[in-house]
């Protein structure tokens, strides 16, 4: 399969509501980078991870490397939180892979 | 201020043509990366450079050649150009090849009629 996945594949919010995203690994990563691709495809590093669980305002996110996934919470989603999520994770140590990302719509 | 300077933003070329996608990085990094978006799919590792060596190639296509003529440079040349290789090329940089964090530069659209 493949080596980073993540689901939903899609996640429809109101503003004002939680949510999560998951990304799992088929094999054991050193760390973790979360992604946020906005409508203009600009690329917008979220978090990076090589443990434990890190907070920015209303994101959180943890990362297990022993059992192979990682977790990017939304608080309170707002309408700029749209776009499409992508984890990534080194793989072989030397290149980063990218998941197949989430798209979250988030709606007044 | 961008750390990592990627040009030109757009770029359309004529099937058949020859491109160089310009990166630079001022970072300090030692290490670089091509990546290739098509359609808002996942970004697809293409190459990895570590002070100016190849270190890692997944790109099939021999069309598509990483130039380093500095430590902080790696254009991508790509060359006789088809319309499936349109798509947003993310140039990247880190510290080093392992275990630390990456970062994109904005990337360049290419469009091939």
């Known amino acids: 399969g493949m080596p980073v996945e993540q689901n939903p594949p899609a996640l429809s919010l109101y503003e004002g509501a939680d949510s999560g995203l998951r990304c799992n690994f088929s094999t054991t990563m050193k760390s973790v980078q979360w992604f946020q691709q906005n409508h203009r495809g600009r690329l917008i590093t979220l978090f990076y991870l090589a443990q434990g669980t890190k907070e920015n305002g209303r994101l959180k996110s943890t990362f297990n490397s022993k059992e192979r996934y990682s977790t990017l919470h939304i608080k309170d989603a707002q309408l700029e939180d749209s776009g499409t999520y992508f984890c990534a994770s080194l793989q072989g140590g030397r290149a980063l892979i990218f998941g197949t990302g989430t798209t979250v719509s988030v709606s007044p | ?113």
């Open chain 2, 1 to 113: 201020d961008p750390k990592i300077i990627q040009k030109p933003k757009y770029l359309v070329a004529v099937t058949g043509s020859e491109k160089i996608l310009i990166c630079e990085q001022y970072l300090g990094h030692n290490a670089m990366y091509w990546y290739r978006q098509s359609a808002k799919k996942p970004l697809e590792f293409m190459f990895s450079y570590s002070y100016q060596k190849l270190m890692d190639n997944q790109t099939a296509s021999s069309r598509f050649q990483p130039q380093s003529s500095k430590k902080n440079h790696l254009d991508l040349q790509i060359t006789a150009l088809k319309p499936d290789d349109s798509a947003t090329y993310f140039c990247a940089s880190s510290p080093s090849t392992g275990g630390t964090e990456v970062f994109f530069g904005k990337g360049t659209r290419l469009t091939v009629v």
